[in-house]
DNA sequence: AATGAATGAGATTTCATTCAT
DNA sequence: CATGAATGAAATCTCATTCAT
C-alpha cells in the first residue's frame, strides 16, 4: 500500500494531464481510460465516480505538495531564510509541475472546492503554524496568519503562472527581488523603519 | 453596447450565477434558460454556441471591471494614492461580485482561457501602463510592469477569496495595512531604505 | 392533457409490448425508443427515468383496468350477476392484454411494488367495498374482504394464465363452471348447506 | 445431488435471497459472490452463466417444493384430508419461505419461464396426478386437471401473499375457512347439491 | 423574435465474464 | 479449485443544438 497500485496511479496522472488541457468538462473517462492504458471499468475498481477521481487527485496532489514544502525546511535555517526556502519551494513545484497548478486553480475555483472544505486541510495548517511562528518571534508583523499564508503562496502561484503564460524570462535574479519585496513588506523591520 | 438588450443580459447574468454555484459543466443551456425566463431557443438568438457565450460574458464583465477600475483614478491623486485607489477598486469589485471573481478564476485556468488569449486585453494594456508610469517615475523598484501587475491584482484577488471563505473578519485597517506591505515591498523607497 | 400526448402513449404501449418479452432488464431505453419511433432522448422529456417509466405505465394500466371493472358493473344486475360480471371484465381484459397481466405480475413481484405500495390503490378500494357490500348484504361469507377480493382476483388470474398457456382450450362453459365453483365457495347461501 | 457443494449451495441461497430484494437485474454476480462469501470467478465453476444459475435456482427450488409436497400426503388419510394437507403444505412453504415465493413468481413471469417450459415439469404432473384421481374417484367435479391444479395452487399462493402483505392477520381458522370455500366449490357433492 | 419538443451523439457507469496467478 | 483485477460491451442518462410552429 505504500506506493498506489501501479494503475491507480497511472490513472491519477493521466487525469492530471488531460485536465489541463481539457477542463474537468472536457476530459471523458474514456479519454483517462485511453492515456492510462486501461479499460474504462478498471477505472471504477479504484475510484466510486468521476467525482470521487477528481477528489482523489487533488488529496494525492495536496499530500506531494506538502512534502515539497516539509523538504525545503532546514531546522538550522534562519526564518527569513526558511521563508525563501518556503517561497521557492512552492515556485518551483508548480513552474516544474504546471499542470498540477492549473488542477488546483480549477479545482479550488470550482464547486468541488465546496465540498472539500470540509475536510481539514493539512497544508494549510502547515502554513498557518509557519506566518504564526514568524509572528511570535517579532519577524513578521502581526497580521493574521491566513492572509500572510495566503499573500506569500498566492504571490508564488502569481509567479508561477508569469512564467507559466512565457512570455516573459524570469531570471531567478528577478524571483529574488521579488521575494525580497514580499519579505520587505511583511517583515517587521521595515515596518518599524517606516513609522 | 450600452444597453444590452433585456434578454441578452439576463441571460449573460444567468449564467455568471449559475456557474459561480454549479461549474461551467455543471450549467446546461437549459438551466440558463430557465433562470433567465426565456426558451433555450432564445438563447441561440442571441449567441452562437455555448462557448461563445461563456467568451462573451467573459468580455462583458472584463468590460464592467475596467470600467471599474477606471472610475476608481482621481487625475489630481499622487501615484500612491492611485495605487491604493486601484486596489481598493478590484477589491471591492471582487467582494461585492463574487461570482465575477469566481468565473473570471474558472475561466483563466480552463481551456477557454487558451482560446481567449489572441484577443489582446484592454485591461491588461491599462494596468501595464500604470505600473509603467510608476517605473518611469521612479516611485516603483525597476520590475517588469507584468511582475508587478500580476502581483498586485493577484494580491487583491488572494485577499478577496479570504474575504469570500468568511471565517476571517477583513476589518478596514487590516486590509489597509495589507495594501500598504505591498506598497512598501513594491516602492523604490523602501528599496533604497534597504539597500 | 385528456389524451396522453402521442408520443408519450408510444412510448408507454411500446414498453408493455417490449416487458412482456424480454422482461424489465432486457427491455433497454434504445430499444423502447426504436419501437415507439423517437429518439432516445425524448422518453426523458416525458419520464424522468426508466424506473419512473416503470411506475407511470403501472398507474397507466390500472387506471384502464379499474375502467374496465367499472363498465362491467350495471346497476340494476343482482349481486351475484355484478360478480360473474366483474370475474369475466378482469379474465377478458387479461387474456385481451397478455401482456398486461404479464407486466403486472412481473411490476408486483419485483422491487418495484415494494416502493409502489404506499400509493393507494383506488383498484383495492374498489374490490374492497365490492366485497364488503357482498357481505353486508348477507350474500357473501364473513371472510375479510381483502381475502375474497385476492382469491376472486387471483382466480381470474390463474384462469388468464391457463388461457395464455395455450395448452388447453377453454370454453365458455368451462369458464362459468370455475365462477360458479367460486362463487359457490363464496357465497352465504352454500355455506349454510353445509353447515 | 443429495448434498450440493458447500459452496454452490450457497451460491443458490444468497440469489435467492437477493433476488427477492432486488429483482433479476438488481443482483449483479458481484453481490452474489459476495454475499455467499466466493469470488466473483468462483461462481463459474458451478454455473455456466448468470442465466444457467437462475435456471439451476429454479429447479433447486421446484425439487425442494416437491419434497415438501411429497411430505404433506399420507397414504392412509382420505381425499379431502390429502387435499387439505397438499393445500396447507404449499402455503407453509410460501409463508415460511418469501423469497422462494417471490422467486417462483418473477421467474414465471420473465421470459426465463419461455426457455423452462421445454423441461417437463415433475411438479405439474404430480399435481396433474393428485387432481385427475380426485376426478377420477367422483370426489371432485369433472374439470380438466390442470384447471384444477391452477385453481387450487394459485389460491395457495394468493393467501400467501395477503400474509406477505402482513396488513391482515391470518388466523388457522381463517385459513381453514378457505380452503374449505376452495374445497366445496371443487367437490363433486357441492356440485350435485346446487343442481 | 420566441418557443420548447425533439434530436442523437456522447458521457458516465454497470456488470457478466475471463484469465493469470 | 479459488481468486479478484481487468475487461469492454452495453445500459442509462445528459445536454448542446435545431427547427417547425
Known sequence: ??????????????????????????????????????AAGTIYHYFESKDSLIFELYSYLKQQAIQVVRESQKPDATYQERFFALWFAFYTYYT????????????VNSPYA????????ELDELLHAFFEEGINSGQL????????SMLAHGNAISLAKVYGIGKLNL??????????ILW???SQKTSEINS
Request: a positive charge.
Open 1 to 38: 500500500m505504500e506506493n498506489l497500485a501501479e494503475k491507480k496511479k497511472a490513472i491519477l496522472e493521466s487525469t492530471l494531464a488531460l485536465v489541463k488541457v481539457n477542463g474537468f468538462h472536457g476530459t471523458p473517462m474514456s479519454m483517462v481510460a485511453k492515456k492510462a492504458g486501461v
Open 96 to 107: 516544474s509541475n504546471p499542470s498540477v497548478l492549473c488542477f488546483f486553480e480549477q479545482f
Open 114 to 121: 465546496e465540498k472539500a472544505k470540509s475536510i481539514p486541510s
Open 141 to 148: 508583523r502581526p497580521v493574521a496568519p491566513q492572509i500572510l
Open 171 to 180: 531570471a531567478t535574479a528577478d524571483l529574488e527581488l521579488v521575494v525580497q
Open 184 to 186: 520587505d513588506g511583511m
